[in-house]
């Protein structure tokens, strides 16, 4: 079985990681969304728990993906769960060098595992979990960023 581990904040989830997860789940025979505890992030927009009830609810119907959480390492957490292969989108050009460092350093750590870059339409380029928060903490509407179940609760949460 080829696992996959898509690991990333998540905070929220957004219509372009959603893109890319779709392209993930009909490559690889599972796809593990891995929600990273960043202490860099300062605990983020919202908790953890949040953000995994609201991945669960927007990847449902996908039969081959699981939702997790982990702290440490990525290449230590896709060892344990037996990825391979991490997956990483890309918007556009500019996050190209960040994660181009990140994928050499966790190749530096273990060699075994490979990053594979997944591109998301034209349509979600510009979207990003930040972008969504500074929309959301302006009363803004979100609901073309995000999948339905998110837009709900941000709005419920914050408007």
């Known amino acids: 079985m080829k696992i996959a581990l898509y690991p990333g904040s998540f905070d929220p989830i957004t219509n372009g990681h959603l893109d890319v997860l779709k392209t993930a789940a009909a490559i690889f025979d599972k796809v593990i969304i891995a929600v990273a505890y960043n202490a860099e992030k300062q605990g983020g927009f919202l908790p953890v728990e949040e953000r995994l ?60 595992i490979k990053t594979i870059f997944l591109t998301t339409r034209p349509k979600y380029n510009f979207i990003s979990s930040s972008s969504v928060k500074e ?10 960023f995000v999948p339905e179940n998110v837009e709900k609760f941000l709005r419920a949460k914050f408007l």
Do not use: H, P, W
């Not at 669960?56 to 996908?62: I, L, Q, R, S, T």
């Not at 939702?67 to 990483?88: C, H, N, P």
């Not at 929309?135 to 073309?144: A, E």
């Open 53 to 112: 009830t609201l991945i669960k609810e927007a990847v449902k119907d996908f039969q081959n993906v699981e939702v997790d959480s982990f702290q440490g390492l990525t290449v230590e957490y896709a060892r344990k769960k037996g990825a391979m292969v991490l997956i990483r989108g890309l918007r556009a050009v500019s996050d190209f060098e960040y994660e181009m460092q990140l994928s050499q350093t966790n190749s530096a750590l273990d060699k075994e």
């Open 135 to 144: 929309v959301v903490m302006l009363k803004g509407d979100v609901s073309k």
